[in-house]
């Protein structure tokens, strides 16, 4: 059997976990556009700010590569899928065939057309440790940088680069940070902590045109800078997958075994969408916990065991400066919101379920219990829920639950 996974990150390593619980000696292959395997895409902010080092954020040594018999091709780029002769085209004319492929490419920056954008020299993307060192070669304590985009990556950026530069400036047309995890109420503390860091935010609002060093807003203010950081949102990588004739949304559709409408195609990770467990609708999720349990789940059906990933959730853990957010889950329904200086709490209750979350401060202690109450849509009316979302313990549980739910989350 001769495998072959398109992607590094973490869909790809799920992969061949699930691989390798079933087979543990075919060939595997691994195929990045990348200069280097598997690394930690998140953590590339605290490269930026010295807080890591660039050999410790790779996810696996080079032995794992070697001792589980995985070839890793970098600098590699497939062009074309034949599904019909199970055969890749790289861009260097060389064909790689397979039995089962996993597609785990990911997404990319997307860049709206901007007026005048291509008149900034120093203009960046934040998503790649190639993108970290670029950026890192383009700072200084001199430097004023404007940030487009206030979600995860935007903000993200702003965070390693906070203390190597002389200002930071962040620009969204959405009303608020991070729109596309928190409401209004966890956006302005998380706002103000940033703000008191010292980080400078337009929002409502966006750049009109550029100059060179320069933008102009739409509200008509010119904001200078020296370097531009381009975050304002991605698209998945489908285009492979679509030229190849495999069914595709938004991203590449997938069922809870990651198998494509082709056969002997898996996908996996940011690139594919799937029936999100709260919404009951095909969804992307671009989670790592979601990509590597999708990967793994592929990887074990690629080699021949039925595996079925049933209850994905829209999450997202992530901190800036030390202060951490963890959400779940889809806002809607009745919320319930818990709150004091040190922490906060909002739930989503419908039909008697919990729907979703958003816990901020040292609320996210617990943030697996609840976890566990969406991933199995507990009814709400069968545990001590006034409990439970003041004091989030087992203790709340029935013993059977407790146990069940416990085995779960190990």
Request: glycine share 6%; net charge negative.
């Amino acid at each position: 059997m001769e495998y072959v996974i398109i992607g590094n990150s973490y869909a790809a390593l799920g992969c061949i976990n699930g691989i390798r619980s079933v087979d543990k000696t075919s060939h595997i292959t691994m195929i990045t556009k990348e200069h280097y395997p598997s690394y930690a895409r998140p953590v590339i902010s605290y490269v930026l700010c010295g807080k890591a080092k660039e050999e410790n954020i790779y996810l696996r040594p080079q032995e794992f590569y070697e001792e589980n018999n995985i070839s890793v091709l970098t600098d590699s780029e497939v062009v074309q899928i034949n599904p019909e002769a199970h055969l890749l085209k790289l861009s260097n004319g060389n064909d790689v065939s397979y039995d089962k492929l996993l597609i785990a490419t990911g997404s990319s920056p997307f860049i709206p057309p901007m007026k005048g954008l291509e008149n900034v020299k120093d203009k960046f993307s934040f998503m790649t440790l190639d993108d970290m060192k670029s950026v890192e070669k383009a700072v200084n304590k001199k430097k004023n940088v404007l940030i487009i985009g206030a979600g995860l990556i935007g903000l993200k950026a702003a965070e390693g680069l906070l203390e190597r530069v002389k200002s930071i400036t962040v620009v969204d047309l959405a009303p608020r940070v991070l729109p596309s995890i928190l409401d209004e109420e966890a956006s302005k503390i998380v706002q103000k902590e940033l703000e008191d860091k010292g980080i400078k935010f337009h929002l409502g609002c966006s750049a009109s045109e550029f100059k060179e060093n320069s933008a102009i807003l739409t509200t008509n203010e010119e904001i200078s800078f020296d370097v531009l950081i381009l975050a304002v949102g991605v698209r998945p990588n489908i285009k492979l997958a679509k030229d190849a004739g495999i069914e595709c949304g938004r991203g590449i559709i997938v069922d809870d075994m990651s198998r494509t409408s082709s056969p002997d195609i898996y996908a996996a990770g940011d690139v594919c969408e799937q029936k999100e467990l709260t919404l009951k609708e095909n969804r992307i999720i671009a989670i790592i916990p979601n990509a590597t349990l999708q990967g793994e789940t592929a990887g074990v059906n690629m080699a021949g065991v039925e595996k079925h990933f049933t209850n994905p959730v829209a999450m997202n853990a992530i901190g800036f400066f030390g202060s951490h957010i963890i959400t779940a889950g889809t806002y809607t329904g009745q919320a319930e919101v818990i709150s004091d200086e040190s922490f906060y709490k909002k739930f989503f209750i419908k039909d008697d379920k919990l729907k979703g979350f958003i816990l901020m401060g040292r609320a996210v202690d617990r943030a697996g219990i609840y976890t566990a109450v969406v991933r199995n849509e507990t009814s709400l009316s069968s545990i001590d829920w006034n409990t439970l979302k003041e004091k989030p313990s087992l203790a709340a549980f029935a013993l059977k639950e407790r146990k069940s739910m416990l085995a779960k989350e190990v």
